[in-house]
């Protein structure tokens, strides 16, 4: 019997001991690190040489080529979210009101949320490779050696640039999804559309608009210096490349639907309206 | 008397990754300004860990590392890329960028640091590296991986020698290449040091054929110590066992 209680206690302890080693290491050390990257990083954003030409080119990269991704999903939410709403808000006779909720809900959480979920898989995973695969095949030693600082020339742009491209591509996944909308509402429910638009602009603010764009930003900076940092610090050869994709997508995506609830709450609270 | 200069001093350099057991143990080396110097060793020696010190890519636990009269653990991060401006690299797998062309390989290190010319100076500095390598211009437009492993170390040989560099590094540039195209690149990296009055060539390498045949010293690493330093000739006369070992086994071999 004293044997079982003893045993039960060491796994017990163990257990604790586990998330102990887990939080130390994954939560603290590991945000500590990627804290001075960033750091480290974006303070090449205020020293020569400017990488302008780069970031122009990660723009267009995260940008540009996620367009129509961004679109498709964008018009698909958009037509199931009101889809989704009118189904609720027949219930008690208040279809009207199915043009602000798909608008507040688009725009202040669907519209960054998914845009940032979907870039962080589509050019955090690349980034996390591109830079993994340069770090294991010796191209980031040759930078260096070559007197060119490899946060400078690969890290700094590819968060400069996703910061400003995510914002961007949060405002088309925005419209694409409020056409949806207004084609669902309007075509297939056969819902007046004057109703839809007026009570979408009474009720939808720009601040509504804008909240979404500054958590865009967020996300774009996390995922952003999340992946880079996985990729940059890859170890090992073509499995060390998979895991640093597969971790910097995770941990990215993980991060946005975190910070997602604490920016949520710091802009309700300037905003005067809390959570 | 001939005074000799150095333009490599290493002193009581130790180096342990993470507090563990130490990989370097104490390296002095002192190699001389414009000769061919080979680092040879077992694997696991140290040579590449040594070679990243020289580069001021690994910080030592304790020693110092003077490179061209800098001492590298008293520079900061700009004065450390100053200092890497004056070497060249050739690295084991050429580790060139596989998003750019051949041409803008070798053009990359002007477009960084060479600014004050104009693009068409560059590409003609570059062309003409190239062609000192012995490329044919019409591989200068294609992606590494569209040219041959031995190609890619004449474009990798041709990027490392952009910048006219005092001092060029090859971390063994020889390995996994086929005899005809080893022996290549062995004259490459002599007819590249002939070319430049005062060029300093440090060779991390198990090539010892190539050793005797190019070196003006060889320094022979041993669990992270210098076993021997000295003239191929001063090599083939040792008798310490170790160097014996690895010189008749690396001998017969070839």
Redesign the interface.
Known sequence: MENIMNKTKEIINDFILSIGHFFYNTIIIETGKIGVFFIDSISWWFKK?YRWNEVIYHMEFVGNKSMIIIMLTGGFTGLVFTFQAWVGLSIVNAENLIGPTVGLGITRELGPVLTGLIIAARAGGAMAARLG?MRV???I??L??????AKNYLVAPRILASIISTPLLTAVFDFVALCGGYFLNTYILHLDPAIFLEKTRFFVDPSDINEGLIKAAVFGLFFSTICTYRGYYTKGGAKGVGDATNQGVVASMVSIIIIDYFLTKIIGMFKGHGL | METKEFAVNVEHLRKSFDGKEEVLKGIDLHIEKGKITFIIGFSGTGKSVLLKHLLGVHKATSGDVEVLGHKLSTLNHDQLIEVRKKFGVLFQAAALFDDHSVLENVMFPLNEHRKDLSKAEREQIASSRLKQVGLEEKHYNKLPSEISGGMQKRVGLARAIALNPEIILYDEPTTGLDPIITEMVDNLIIETHKSREGMTSIIVSHDLTAAFRLADYIAMLNAGTVLLYGTPEEFLASDNELVRKFVDKGIHRK
């Open positions: 040489p695969t095949t010796e191209q030693d040759a260096e050696v070559m007197g060119v600082d």
